[in-house]
C-alpha cells in the first residue's frame, strides 16, 4: 500500500495531503460527495426561522446572552432552523414591518409599542434567575458619581443634567421619567438637560464617569453586571433614592416591571408558535441557563406610556387649553371683558369634558380589550387542559368503543347466517337490531360526551348543581377508561344549595383530580383503587373531596402541588393542579390538599360558593 504524506512546501496553517493511489482518491471523493449531499439536504428541509433580538448592550452581548436559547430550539425542533437577527430599536420595528422576522425577543417597552403598531403576541415571558417574579424584574437606577455633594434623592436633580438612552428606552428612560413625575419633577422643564447618548446603554455609565452630566440613568443590575466584570468599581457611583425590592439583589430607584417578552409576528404559523411555546415551558433550569414561563400581565407597563403621554398614547394630549387660547386670542381682544371671559370659560369647560370622555373612553377599552385577552388566555389553557387529560385517557378510548362495535358486529353476522341458513326468525331479527340500536347508542354516547368536553367555547357560568356535574364527570371516565375503578359518589348535599359556575371548567376540575387519584393508586392491590367522592355543605358554600387510598404525599411535596410545572409524575409537566387551582379561585372559591383521615391516601378538596338555595 503507497503512503500518504504532505506536500512539501507547504505551512502548518494550510498543509495539503495528496493520495499516490487511484483507487482510495476515487474512495475519498465518493466519501465527501455523500457527506455533502446528506449536509445539503437537511438544509433544504429545515425551514429558517428568523428571531429578531433587541440588541441593547451591542451584538456581541446579545448574542452571548440569547445563543442558549437559539441553540435549545435547534435542538428541540429539528424541524425548523432559527437564526438570530440583532437590531436596534428602529432596525427592530423596521424588520418587524417588512416581515422579516417571526419571533422577536425584546424589553417589554418596545414590545407595548410594537404590539400596538404591528399586532405581536407574546407568547412566554422569560424567567430570569435573581427575581422572585417575572412579573417584578425591570425597573431603573438613576446615579451619580460617588464624589458629588448632593443629597442622593431624585428631588436633588432639580436644575441637573441627566444622561439616558434614548427618549423611547423603557429601562433607559421611561420608567425613571415616571418615578421624577411622582416626585414633582419634569424632565422638560425642570431638568437642565436630557442628553440622549444611544446604545450601547455602557455609554451612559462613561457619561457620567467623565462628568459630562450630573447624573445617569439605566437599567437595573448594569450596574452591578459592570462592578463584576471589572469595568465600574462601586465606590465610584451612588444610587439615588434607592429601594428595596424583595426578591432583587440589585439596586434600583424605580418600581418593577415585567421581564422580556418573547413574541409572534401576525404572519407566523401558529403551528410554530404552539411549538415554540411548548419548547420554551419545557426548557430545562439551571446555573447559567435562561427559562421561560407563561405570559405576564403587562398592563403595568401600558400604564408607564399611558401617564406619561408616549408611545402608544402619544395622541391624548394632542389639544391643550393654552393652544386653544394662542389660537383664538386675536379674536378675544376684539370682544368685551366680561363675554371674553365667558367665551374662556366655555371652551376650557368644554375642551375638559372632551378631553376626559376621550382619556375614560379609552382608558375603559383598554381596560375591557386587557380583560378580553386574559380571559382567552384562560379559556385556551383551560381548554388545553381539557386536552391534556383526554390525551392521557385517549389509549383507552379505542378500547372502550370496540366493545360495542364488536357487539354490533357480531349480531350482524349471527343475521346473516340465519338468512343464509334459512332459520332467521322475526323474533331473532326484532332481538338482534334491538342490541345492534343499543350497542350503537353506547358508543355514540361515548363520543358525544367526549366531543362536548373537549370543545372551545367560552366560559358562561350559570345556577348549576354539583351532584350532576360529578356524576357526568364519572360517566366520562367510565366510558374512557378499560378496567376502571370503582368510582362513588357519596351526596350529603340534601340539595341545599347550587353554585354559580361554569359547569365544564368544574368538570374539568373533577376529572383532573379524579385521573390524578386513580394514578396515585393504580399499581396496588384492587381494593385499595376505588375512589371517592364526597359532596357536602358547609354554611353558604359547597365542599367537594375526592379522595383515594393510594400511597400519599410527603409533607414537602404537598407543599408545592400547586406550584406551576412541578409534579411527580415521569411524564407530567405540573399545570394541571395550578390551572385547577386558578379555575377554582376564578369561581371564589378554594382548593386545598391534605392526607386521607380514614386511612392511606390524599384527599383533594374545593369549595364554591352557594347562588341559591334550592327548594
Excluded at 123 to 135: E, Q
Excluded at 177 to 193: I, N, R, V, Y
Excluded at 252 to 270: C, E, G, M, N
Excluded at 361 to 376: D, F, G, I, S
Amino acid at each position: 500500500m503507497t503512503l500518504i504524506k504532505p506536500q512539501a512546501g507547504v505551512g502548518p496553517n494550510s498543509r495539503l495531503v495528496y493520495f499516490a493511489s487511484a483507487s482510495w482518491r476515487r474512495l475519498f471523493l465518493a466519501a465527501v460527495f455523500i457527506l455533502w449531499t446528506s449536509l445539503a439536504g437537511a438544509g433544504v428541509a429545515a425551514a429558517t426561522v428568523p428571531i429578531g433580538v433587541f440588541a441593547w448592550q451591542g451584538e456581541r452581548a446579545a448574542e452571548t446572552d440569547w445563543s442558549p436559547v437559539l441553540d435549545y430550539l435547534n435542538a428541540a425542533l429539528p424541524q425548523h432552523s432559527f437564526r438570530l437577527d440583532h437590531y436596534d430599536a428602529e432596525g427592530l420595528r423596521r424588520a418587524i414591518a417588512e416581515h422579516r422576522v417571526g419571533l422577536v425577543i425584546t424589553n417589554p417597552g418596545y414590545y407595548v409599542t410594537m404590539e400596538a403598531e404591528f399586532g405581536l403576541s407574546r407568547i412566554a415571558t422569560l424567567a430570569s434567575a435573581g427575581v422572585s417574579s417575572p412579573a417584578r424584574a425591570i425597573g431603573s437606577v438613576v446615579f451619580t458619581r460617588a464624589d458629588r455633594s448632593e443629597p442622593a434623592e431624585l428631588r436633588a436633580l432639580r436644575g441637573k443634567t441627566v444622561a439616558a438612552v434614548a427618549p423611547d428606552a423603557f429601562g433607559g428612560y421611561l420608567i425613571a421619567a415616571l418615578e421624577l413625575k411622582h416626585q414633582g419633577l419634569d424632565t422638560g422643564s425642570d431638568l437642565a438637560a436630557v442628553r440622549f447618548v444611544g446604545l450601547p446603554m455602557t455609554r451612559v455609565v462613561d457619561a457620567v464617569r467623565r462628568g459630562d452630566v450630573d447624573a445617569g440613568i439605566v437599567r437595573t443590575c448594569l450596574l452591578e453586571q459592570l462592578v463584576e466584570r471589572g469595568a465600574l468599581r462601586s465606590e465610584d457611583y451612588r444610587v439615588l433614592s434607592p429601594r428595596q425590592e424583595p426578591g432583587l439583589a440589585c439596586a434600583t430607584s424605580t418600581p418593577l416591571y415585567p421581564d422580556w417578552p418573547i413574541a409572534v409576528t401576525r404572519q407566523t404559523d401558529p403551528a410554530l408558535a404552539k411549538a415554540v411555546v411548548r419548547a420554551l415551558l419545557e426548557m430545562p433550569e439551571g446555573e447559567g441557563r435562561l427559562s421561560w414561563t407563561v405570559p405576564a400581565d403587562y398592563r403595568p407597563v401600558h400604564d408607564v406610556y399611558q401617564e406619561l403621554r408616549v408611545g402608544p398614547y402619544a395622541g391624548l394630549d394632542a389639544v391643550t387649553p393654552e393652544a386653544l387660547v394662542r389660537r383664538f386670542w386675536p379674536w378675544l381682544l376684539g370682544v368685551f371683558a366680561l363675554l371674553a371671559a365667558w367665551v374662556i370659560h366655555t371652551v376650557r369647560v368644554e375642551y375638559q369634558v372632551h378631553r376626559r370622555t376621550r382619556e375614560l373612553r379609552e382608558a375603559l377599552q383598554a381596560r375591557k380589550e386587557a380583560e378580553t385577552r386574559v380571559r382567552q388566555n384562560q379559556e385556551q389553557m383551560d381548554h388545553l387542559s381539557r386536552l391534556s387529560v383526554l390525551g392521557e385517557l385517549s389509549g383507552n378510548l379505542a378500547h372502550e368503543i370496540n366493545q360495542p362495535l364488536t357487539s354490533m358486529g357480531t349480531y350482524a353476522r349471527s343475521l346473516l347466517r340465519r338468512q343464509s341458513r334459512g332459520t332467521l326468525t322475526a323474533e331473532a331479527l326484532t332481538e338482534a337490531c334491538t342490541e345492534i340500536a343499543n350497542e350503537s347508542e353506547r358508543a355514540g354516547g361515548i363520543v358525544q360526551r367526549i366531543r362536548h368536553f373537549a370543545r372551545k367555547r367560552p366560559a358562561v357560568r350559570e345556577p348549576s348543581d354539583v351532584v350532576a356535574i360529578a356524576a357526568e364527570a364519572r360517566r366520562l371516565l367510565l366510558g374512557m377508561l378499560a378496567h376502571a375503578p370503582e368510582i362513588t359518589i357519596e351526596d350529603r348535599s340534601r340539595g341545599r344549595c347550587r353554585v354559580l359556575a361554569d359547569g365544564q371548567q368544574i368538570q374539568q376540575v373533577l376529572l383532573n383530580l379524579v385521573k390524578n387519584a386513580i394514578d396515585a393508586s393504580r399499581a396496588l392491590p384492587p381494593e385499595r383503587q376505588d375512589v371517592r367522592i364526597v359532596i357536602e355543605p358547609a354554611d353558604t358554600r359547597m365542599l367537594v373531596h375526592v379522595i383515594d387510598r393510594g400511597a400519599g404525599l410527603e409533607e414537602a411535596q404537598r407543599a408545592r402541588l400547586f406550584e406551576p410545572f412541578f409534579t411527580t409524575k415521569p411524564d407530567g409537566l405540573g399545570l394541571g393542579l395550578p390551572i385547577c387551582k386558578t379555575i377554582v379561585e376564578a369561581h371564589g372559591g378554594r382548593l386545598w390538599a391534605g392526607p386521607n383521615a380514614d386511612g392511606p391516601g390524599m384527599r383533594f378538596s374545593f369549595s364554591l360558593p352557594c347562588h341559591a338555595s334550592s327548594a
